[in-house]
């Protein structure tokens, strides 16, 4: 059940996030929705008693997938222009695809050793390193 709604929220925030950016500057939606997943991983920990609290932290993090899946075609063509920005998504959207292996990777060889726990805690490395990038990095 959590994972339907988990993939409820994906689809819905692909939708309400990515349009938002029509309305609002890339980098405070982006920021926001890094937050929302930071405080997710670090309170996950804590809820693991409680199905409605596990769930909205699972909810965070797959609106966070979906929202930042859709909103970078958007940034990319902004930061890039136009006939750039089609060739750099290209690229951009490749990664992903390196990510979900490096990812695989990481989770087969760690997580034997440092357990569950321990992968929420790489997870949260990496999504506080993209926080970092976001804040020092100019999106114009």
Do not use: E
């Not at 859709?70 to 990510?99: D, I, W």
């Not at 440092?114 to 100019?138: P, R």
Request: hydrophobic share 50%.
């Amino acid at each position: 059940m959590i994972g339907s709604f988990g993939a409820l929220f994906n689809g819905a925030c692909k939708i309400i996030l990515a349009s938002s950016l029509d309305y609002l500057p890339f980098k405070p939606v982006y920021g926001g929705i890094l937050i929302a997943i930071i405080s997710s991983l670090i309170l996950v920990h804590f809820v693991t008693s409680s199905a409605i609290g596990f769930g909205a932290c699972i909810w965070v993090n797959f609106m966070g997938d979906g929202s930042m899946t859709s909103m970078l075609p958007v940034v990319t063509l902004n930061v890039f222009g136009l006939k750039r920005g089609t060739q750099v998504y290209g690229y951009m959207y490749s990664v992903f695809g390196l990510a979900a292996m490096s990812g695989t990777v990481i989770v087969d060889t760690l997580q034997h050793k440092i357990g569950y726990s321990g992968m929420l805690v790489v997870c949260l490395m990496f999504t506080s390193t993209a926080a970092l990038f976001t804040i020092f990095y100019n999106f114009q």
